[in-house]
C-alpha cells in the first residue's frame, strides 16, 4: 500500500541540528514531488519545504529559509529535511506529504530545549 514514513525526530538542544527522513513505499516515489510539513503545539499546520520530483527545484518557507534543506534520493525512495540552528519555536511534528494531495506520513516529533 501507499505509505510514507518519517523517522529521525528527537530532542534537540538549541543552536543543533537533524535530519529528518521520509521512506516513501507502495508508488513510483520519482514521479512525484514532495512537501514537508510541521505542526507546533496548539498551532495550525504550516507548509516548510517543497521538493520537486527530479529534485531540480525546490521551495521554503519563510519561516525557515537558510536553516532548512530539503533533498531526495529516487533510488532509495527516500525524501530528507536538514534542519540547522535548531530553536524552541521549531519544535512540532514534522510530516512529509506526496506533493499536495492526499498521502501523509504519521509525523516525527522534533523537540527543542535545553
Known amino acids: 500500500q501507499v505509505q510514507l514514513v518519517e523517522s529521525g525526530g528527537g530532542l534537540v538542544q538549541p543552536g543543533g541540528s537533524l535530519r529528518l527522513s521520509c521512506a516513501a513505499s507502495?508508488?513510483?516515489?520519482?514521479?512525484?514531488?514532495m512537501t514537508w510539513y510541521r505542526q507546533a503545539p496548539g498551532k495550525e499546520r504550516e507548509w516548510v519545504a517543497f521538493i520537486t520530483s527530479n529534485g531540480a527545484n525546490t521551495n521554503y518557507a519563510d519561516s525557515v529559509k537558510g536553516r532548512f534543506t530539503i533533498s531526495r534520493d529516487n533510488a532509495k525512495a527516500t525524501v530528507y529535511l536538514q534542519i540547522h540552528s535548531l530553536n524552541p519555536e521549531d519544535t512540532a511534528v514534522y510530516s512529509c506529504?506526496?506533493?499536495?494531495?492526499?498521502?501523509w506520513g504519521q509525523g516525527t516529533q522534533v523537540t527543542v530545549s535545553s
Open positions: 506529504r506526496r506533493g499536495w494531495g492526499n498521502v
Open positions: 507502495g508508488f513510483t516515489f520519482s514521479n512525484y514531488a
